[in-house]
């Protein structure tokens, strides 16, 4: 069995998310590591012998009041593993480590997004307590739910 680490990313070394999505690709890549660099995100890496495997972050202000209320509601976000070690329970672990985190900061509600067309990771934060719907809606993406949990 591999060993695997859960770490808070050094913004020195997030261009070793690359490692897990397309970077050059994503058209927030820019934005994301801006919301680093201030501390509106906070981004943890799943490694496996020190290669970066996943991530989860949480966001505090996404100025939208469905997802983040100043200490009170927090943003779950990207949620990704690398492809091939999908359904392995590594999605799953993440998510019960930034709910840990986000306990220990004082937050008494998290929420995410999540398209409606992508029914594995719905399942998931459905079987992880993400079950009430704040927004069922669409927008320039696709279709997709607010999901709200208290923790």
């Not at 695997?4 to 070394?13: A, M």
């Not at 998310?17 to 943890?44: A, L, P, S």
């Not at 890496?45 to 970066?52: A, Q, S, T």
């Not at 986000?102 to 459905?126: F, P, R």
Request: glycine share 8%.
């Amino acid at each position: 069995m591999d060993t695997y680490t859960i770490e808070k990313l050094d913004i020195k070394d997030y261009k070793k998310c690359n490692n897990i999505w397309n970077m050059k690709k994503c058209e927030f890549t820019e934005k994301f590591r801006k919301e680093i660099e201030v501390g509106n995100r906070v981004v943890f890496v799943y490694k496996i012998n020190g290669k970066f495997i996943g991530e989860i972050a949480y966001v505090i202000d996404m100025n939208d009041t469905d997802y983040t209320i100043p200490n009170q509601r927090i943003y779950i976000s990207r949620l990704i593993v690398k492809k091939e070690y999908r359904n392995q329970g590594i999605g799953g672990i993440l998510i019960d480590y930034i709910l840990e985190e986000i306990k220990k900061l004082g937050y008494k509600e998290a929420t995410i997004g999540v398209d409606k067309d992508n029914i594995s990771a719905l399942h998931l934060y459905q079987k992880k307590g993400f079950t009430n719907v704040l927004f069922d809606g669409k927008d320039e993406y696709g279709e997709f739910y607010k999901l709200i949990k208290e923790i």
